[in-house]
């Protein structure tokens, strides 16, 4: 039986990391076979693409920044996500193609329509059972932010505000496969709802 395939995503300062170990504490105590994995990352090739899309000191542009996080998506997909549901676990994934259409797209100004269309060929229409958004105020998420930011979380608050709605334009795309979770609250209110939008799905 395949497994669930279940993202969380949302603008940066939003409480994904933090609300992702609580929902795969929740559904191994459940029995759940849990895989948690992160975009860009989780291979060898992803975090090696994800340090140089965040933290190298090197001009990208928008297009090939696009292009970058679309090939670490394409060999997460091919290489650990299919085989981990067609295993039956559950994935529980940081980020997905919303993250480009949001931050590339709306925020840098690329078609997001675009995107979609490129991100359809990097996950051969791989799509979640559940896309679970956590939405935050742009002002309000980099408030959050402990220590240094990296190559995108250092830029405009204009910028974040253009990805947040960004955010909002995909999840409303994806109708009622998608839930959007006021993240402002505190973490346990965002936690109740990040469970009922699961075991919903």
């Not at 949302?10 to 459940?30: F, M, Y």
């Not at 259409?101 to 991100?119: F, K, N, T």
């Not at 559940?130 to 932010?145: F, K």
Request: charged share 30%; proline share 4%; aromatic share 4%.
């Amino acid at each position: 039986m395949r497994g669930r395939f279940l993202v969380l995503d949302g603008p940066d300062g939003s409480g994904k990391s933090t609300q992702i170990a609580r929902l795969a504490a929740r559904l191994r105590e459940k029995h759940e076979n849990v895989l948690v994995l992160r975009e860009p990352g989780a291979t060898p090739m992803g975090e090696a693409l994800r340090d140089l899309l965040l933290h190298a000191d090197v001009d990208i542009t928008p297009l090939a920044e696009m292009l970058l996080y679309q090939a670490a998506r394409a060999h997460l997909v091919e290489t650990v996500i299919r085989p981990a549901l067609a295993a039956g676990q559950t994935v529980l994934l940081d980020r997905y193609w919303y993250s480009t259409a949001a931050y590339q797209g709306h925020g840098l100004g690329l078609d997001p329509e675009e995107i979609r269309r490129v991100s359809a060929v990097a996950t051969k229409g791989l799509e979640p059972d559940r896309l679970i958004l956590l939405d935050v105020p742009a002002d309000v998420g980099l408030a959050r932010l402990k220590g240094k930011r990296d190559r995108v979380e250092g830029r405009s608050l204009d910028y974040h505000r253009r990805v947040r709605d960004g955010f909002l334009v995909e999840a409303k795309r994806l109708g009622g496969k998608a839930t959007v979770i006021d993240a402002s609250r505190d973490e346990e209110s965002v936690a109740q709802d990040v469970r009922r939008a699961v075991e919903g799905s």
